[in-house]
Each structure stands twice: as structure tokens, then as C-alpha cells.
């Protein structure tokens, strides 16, 4: 078999898995646009024939999507906040003093990503709870996201750190400047890229976090919009064409940004996130 001929088998390939991956997405997109009968239709179409374009504009308004989002993005900025602010300075420190008993807590300290937060929930609620945290849901829910995605965002970063060559470091201290003046003007320039991927991709998981959310915001105008949308389901429920409007207008800025950014994202996993 000839390369060219490998290159495009493979190509081939990747498309197909491609489009199965992506296909769940489109049909999102076609099924809000589609009418109660359109939706229920055998065999089912695959472009609306008449399409609901005012759909979005309807779902806008009755489910008061302007408030679920901006509870979306405070949630998911105050948590990224958090999590750069103290979890730069950590990855730094872990990157600079190596040994092998950092590395074997790190490790450990990586599988709590595996417990799922379901499980976590109930003990975080309940120590909230008796600090008098729930009177300010929505900080408890950033401290709760900050908390479980704290330790991915210093691997990837402690990675990014590690890249930089300490030597431009202490070329930096020779010159006068102190640790921390070395840190700024040298260290974190160099590494920015890698962070920023971080802080996206933490941006990514804290804007579609649930569980938390639904847990500890009782308050309708402080919910975000993954619990808003949870308020469509039901035993009755067919209301599908609604439910993807609404799923279609909450997912398309986090696509956006990922489709604008992706050579930055792509550039700092391969770089220096995972180096």
C-alpha cells in the first residue's frame, strides 16, 4: 500500500468518525427548527422543510435565558478566577522543587478526578451547610468547581512551568531582579499560553456545570442555564423542539469560542501543556 493511499484511507477514516461524532450536534440544531409534526415524522427529515427560525427568539424570552446565562458566566469566571489566582502560584512551586514524593501526591491528588460529583456532593453540601456557606449559593458553587478541577488545572500548568528553562531564571536573578520579579517578567510571559488553554478548558466544564448548581441554588434568578434547562424535563415531556432551542443557544457561544481559539488550544496542549 502506497503512502499517499494510507494518508487517504486514514483521512477517510478520521471524516467518518467525524461526522459520527458530530452528527448528535447537527441534529440538535435541525430538530429546533423543526415543528411538533416535523419532529415526529417517519422517516424523519434531515433539514426542516419549514423552518421555525422564531423558535429562538420564543425560548429567549418564556425561559428568561438572559438570566441563566449571565449565572453561567459568573459561576464560570468567578471559578477560573480562583482556580488561576491560586493555582498558578502552586504549579509554579511544583514545577521549581521537584522530588519524587511531590510527584506521588500530585498523582493522588489527580485521581479524585475520577469520583464523579454526585458523589462528592453530599459531603460538600453538608460541610457548607454548617459553615453558612449556602446563604451565598453562588460562591459555594465556584469554591465546590474550584475545588474539583483545582488539581487539573496545576498539572497542566506545572507542565507548562516545567518547559520554561530555569536557567532564563536565574539569568533574571543575576541581573538584580528578585523571585518574584523573575516569576512576572519572565516565567509567566513564557508560559501564558499554556495557562490560558487551562483556564479555557476549565471555563468549558464550569459553564455546563450541574450538579452543584442544582444542589445548592434554590433560587430561581441565581440558577444558571444547565439547571434552567433541566426545567424543561418531565414525565410528559414533548416539548423537543424547545428543549434544542434552548440547548442550541446555550451551547453555541462555548463552540464559538472553542472554534476561535482552537489553534491557541491546540498550540498550548502541544507546546507546553503536555511536554
Not at 420564543?58 to 488561576?84: D, F, H, P, T
Not at 478526578?113 to 449559593?137: D, N, R, Y
Request: proline residues 5%.
Amino acid at each position: 500500500m502506497s503512502h499517499t493511499l494510507r494518508e487517504r484511507i486514514m483521512l477517510g477514516v478520521a471524516i467518518m468518525l467525524a461526522a459520527i461524532y458530530l452528527f448528535p450536534l447537527y441534529w440538535m440544531y435541525v430538530t429546533a427548527l423543526k415543528s411538533g409534526s416535523a419532529m415526529f415524522a417517519n422517516p424523519p427529515d434531515f433539514w426542516p422543510r419549514d423552518p421555525q427560525w422564531q423558535i429562538y427568539g420564543e425560548v429567549w424570552e418564556s425561559r428568561s435565558m438572559g438570566r441563566y446565562i449571565w449565572n453561567s458566566l459568573v459561576i464560570a469566571c468567578g471559578a477560573v478566577s480562583v482556580i488561576a489566582l491560586l493555582g498558578t502560584g502552586c504549579a509554579y512551586v511544583l514545577a521549581r522543587y521537584r522530588n519524587v514524593w511531590i510527584d506521588v501526591g500530585l498523582f493522588l491528588i489527580l485521581m479524585l478526578q475520577v469520583l464523579p460529583a454526585s458523589l462528592m456532593i453530599t459531603p460538600i453540601f453538608v460541610g457548607f451547610s454548617q459553615i453558612g456557606l449556602l446563604s451565598s449559593p453562588r460562591l459555594a458553587v465556584v469554591l465546590a468547581i474550584a475545588a474539583k478541577s483545582m488539581p487539573f488545572f496545576i498539572v497542566l500548568v506545572r507542565a507548562t512551568f516545567m518547559s520554561v528553562p530555569q536557567e532564563l531564571e536565574e539569568a533574571a536573578l543575576v541581573d538584580g531582579n528578585s523571585r518574584i520579579g523573575a516569576f512576572f517578567n519572565i516565567v509567566l510571559p513564557l508560559a501564558k499560553n499554556g495557562i490560558l488553554v487551562s483556564a479555557i478548558l476549565i471555563f468549558m466544564q464550569a459553564f455546563g456545570e450541574f450538579v452543584y448548581s442544582k444542589s445548592m441554588i434554590q433560587a430561581v434568578e441565581l440558577q444558571p442555564a444547565s439547571v434552567g434547562l433541566n426545567s424543561f424535563m418531565g414525565p410528559n415531556t414533548n416539548e423537543w423542539n424547545n428543549i434544542m432551542a434552548y440547548a442550541t443557544i446555550y451551547v453555541t457561544p462555548i463552540l464559538a469560542v472553542f472554534v476561535v481559539m482552537q489553534r491557541r488550544i491546540v498550540s498550548g496542549l502541544t507546546s507546553g501543556a503536555l511536554k
